[in-house]
């Protein structure tokens, strides 16, 4: 089984800065992308930034210019920088990966698995 952990939620206050980590662990063939996503309370959960193999970059255009996503492969582990921070930007922050599994059979299985979240708070 695959697990992501994620860590480095808090509270903050306005243009303060955290890391958030994500770590994915367990019968892993290689991971084909990492991304982190956000719910705010009484909003639908959206697409924060995303990396995916090959370097390339994604964000949303609420966070351009204050969040940085990175990647280290050889951990299977996703880091997101953020800067800035707004009131706005407090939300539960997921971590998203689209792995591919060696099933027992030794088929490989490719899939999103998704982090338990944690708790970002930007207030003052």
């Known amino acids: 089984q695959v697990q992501l952990v994620e860590s480095g939620g808090g509270s903050v206050q306005p243009v303060g800065s955290l890391r958030l980590s994500c770590v994915a662990s367990?019968?892993?063939?290689?991971?084909?992308?990492m991304g982190w996503y956000r719910r705010s309370p009484g909003k639908q959960r959206e697409l924060v930034a995303i990396?995916?193999?090959?370097?390339?970059?994604e964000y949303s255009d609420s966070v351009k210019g204050r969040f940085t996503i990175s990647t280290d492969n050889a951990k299977n582990t996703a880091h997101l920088e953020m800067n800035s921070l707004k009131p706005e930007d407090t939300a539960v922050y997921y971590c998203?990966?689209?792995?591919?599994?060696?099933?027992?059979?030794?088929?490989?299985?490719?899939?999103?698995?998704w982090g338990q979240g944690t708790q970002v708070t930007v207030s003052s």
């Open positions: 998203k990966a689209d792995i591919t599994v060696t099933r027992n059979s030794g088929i490989r299985v490719g899939s999103d698995y």
């Open positions: 367990g019968n892993i063939f290689s991971i084909n992308g």
């Open positions: 990396s995916i193999t090959g370097g390339r970059t």
